[in-house]
């Protein structure tokens, strides 16, 4: 077991001693649904079994990269076509409880109060990398991202760039030639970390054939604060224990706690299907220095869906992952003793009741067509500050797709506030992203549609403040209103969208202090076969 010192405030963390030279991560997955779930009252440490490794990190420079790219410049490594779904059950069931929702009547959503307080403002709002142009085709974007003092990282399917503040882009490249490989990817997600000053990104590696190597990702860091300069890059596929030749490491998510990153995925097998949810830590000190590292990992229990992480933003020695269940609810998982890499385990809480339902497709004006809504699942990871960690997901209220958000108190492992919230009394409403902010205020972006009024798909804005009404987030403003309905990327009987957005918060104080503005990232419709990303700063003040 590698052991490692305690980061610092100054300077580049480093290691003091090391038994591997390369990446090291274990990993647990959920039995099948045939076996006894765990009861929700319970509280169980979880086991760790098979490895992932890598080897040394690579470093490559943006002068690498743009030789490369001119190298694969004509190249493209999937299909320019859609990227499929993966829900976290049986696709014929799935599809049956995404029917039969459909067929829900649809009711009138319960009324509310819009909060009080001070209104939000747009102070940037840019658009971002389109499919027919930085996507290369390929759908949904999976549109995503970060900011910094300086910069805004906004990754998809499958380019990564880099834009200032204000939105000018400075360089874009496929991912192919950012990591120089020629294989199959998709699934980007990036974050900024305002405690050492570096983006760190990562993105899955889809397996060719059957005889692949297993449940591969890429991770990478950069070295300095600046994006356009040189970055570390890492390729960890996994073996042993329950890993098979062809999984696949599906809907990667990326979180960090003060000295350690955290990343979550879905484990589906070539030909058997969901495997389960995994769960990895690993230190800072390793990645932000390219060091080989060894590190152990975990992963959930019975009935649940994915899990992600937060971004956890103060010194805090347990971080937690959020899911829901089965059982209709959700269900903490206490990572303990991250902050220092030493990794003393996994522990999965009692369940938290908060009934909810798979939510149907959203519909669109002047169509037939419909878009994916996705299945209950914490899409993006939330924030993390003391005792309190916000996160949002879908679900289906009273027949209409409907993020619901939460606040929840990791001490006492219970709900705070919860609440939905949506355009108006006849949208479809989905896609949500949260950051909570120390304050106890909250941003949040999502998509909606409104049929009856005629209104193509949104990107909307909203937030909360500390002394506004528990549980209420209000209908909010809209950033981007798309003048086209989407019908030419078809999966199945929907329009693939999403798969997620982001909500991140602005490092940079405003005018009336800290943590009051926070970055969206999410999509619209450019016209009706291509997607489009937007880019917004929005805030309580300038």
Not at 111 to 128: D, E, F, Y
Not at 264 to 293: C, H, Q
Request: glycine share 10%; net charge neutral; hydrophobic share 40%.
């Amino acid at each position: 077991m590698t052991e490692f010192r305690r980061l610092t405030k100054t300077g580049v963390p480093r290691p003091i001693a090391r038994t591997a030279a390369c990446l090291m991560l274990s990993a647990a997955f959920l039995p099948n649904a045939s076996q006894a779930q765990d009861a929700p009252a319970s509280s169980r440490q979880l086991p760790a079994r098979g490895t992932t490794s890598a080897t040394a990190a690579v470093s490559r420079t943006w002068a690498d990269i743009e030789a490369t790219g001119r190298t694969l410049a004509d190249r493209h490594f999937i299909p320019r076509a859609q990227i499929p779904p993966r829900p976290t059950m049986d696709p014929a069931q799935y599809e049956a409880i995404k029917a039969q929702a459909a067929r829900a009547p649809r009711l009138a959503k319960p009324i509310r109060a819009l909060p009080p307080g001070a209104p939000m403002t747009i102070i940037i709002n840019k658009p971002g990398p389109t499919q027919a142009g930085a996507g290369n085709g390929y759908y949904p974007p999976d549109s995503n991202g970060g900011i910094s003092p300086t910069q805004v990282v906004d990754p998809v399917n499958l380019t990564f760039n880099v834009y200032n503040r204000n939105g000018k882009l400075l360089k874009t490249t496929t991912f192919n030639a950012f990591l120089n490989t020629t294989n199959s990817l998709s699934d980007p997600r990036v974050l900024w970390d305002p405690i050492w000053n570096r983006w760190v990104l990562s993105i899955i590696d889809v397996p060719a054939s059957a005889s692949a190597s297993p449940a591969c990702f890429w991770l990478a860091a950069s070295k300095t604060a600046n994006a356009t300069g040189a970055w570390w890059i890492y390729h960890a596929c996994s073996g042993g224990g329950i890993f098979a030749a062809g999984d696949l490491w599906d809907y990667d998510q990326l979180g960090m706690a003060q000295d350690s990153l955290m990343l979550t995925g879905n484990i589906f097998g070539y030909s058997t299907g969901f495997k389960g949810p995994v769960i990895e830590s690993v230190a800072k000190a390793d990645i932000y220095n390219g060091l080989g590292f060894s590190a152990p990992a975990y992963a959930g229990g019975t009935g649940m869906n994915t899990i992600s992480p937060q971004r956890v933003l103060d010194n805090n020695s347990t971080a937690y992952f959020v899911t829901t269940t089965s059982t209709n609810g959700i269900r903490l998982i206490a990572g303990s003793n991250l902050q220092n890499g030493s990794y003393g385990g996994y522990t999965l809480l009692p369940e938290i009741a908060s009934p909810w339902a798979v939510p149907r497709a959203a519909n669109q004006p002047g169509t037939s067509a419909m878009l994916d809504t996705l299945d209950g699942r914490f899409a993006a990871p939330g924030t993390q500050y003391g005792n309190y960690l916000w996160a949002v997901h879908t679900e289906s209220l009273s027949g209409y797709p409907s993020p619901k958000f939460f606040q929840i108190d990791t001490n006492a492992n219970a709900l705070v506030q919860s609440g939905n919230f949506y355009a108006s009394a006849s949208s479809d409403d989905w896609n949500p992203s949260i950051a909570g902010t120390p304050n106890g205020d909250a941003f949040v972006t999502w998509s909606s549609t409104d049929t009856p009024a005629g209104l193509n798909a949104q990107i909307r804005f909203s937030g909360r403040q500390a002394a506004d009404a528990v549980g209420v987030i209000g209908s909010g403003s809209v950033l981007v209103q798309s003048t086209h309905h989407l019908t030419g990327n078809t999966q199945g009987s929907v329009q693939r969208w999403g798969d997620y957005s982001m909500t991140a918060l602005d490092p940079v104080a405003s005018t009336c202090g800290a943590y009051q503005r926070a970055a969206i990232f999410n999509e619209k419709i450019v016209n009706s076969s291509t997607w489009g990303v937007q880019y917004g700063l929005i805030g309580f003040c300038p």
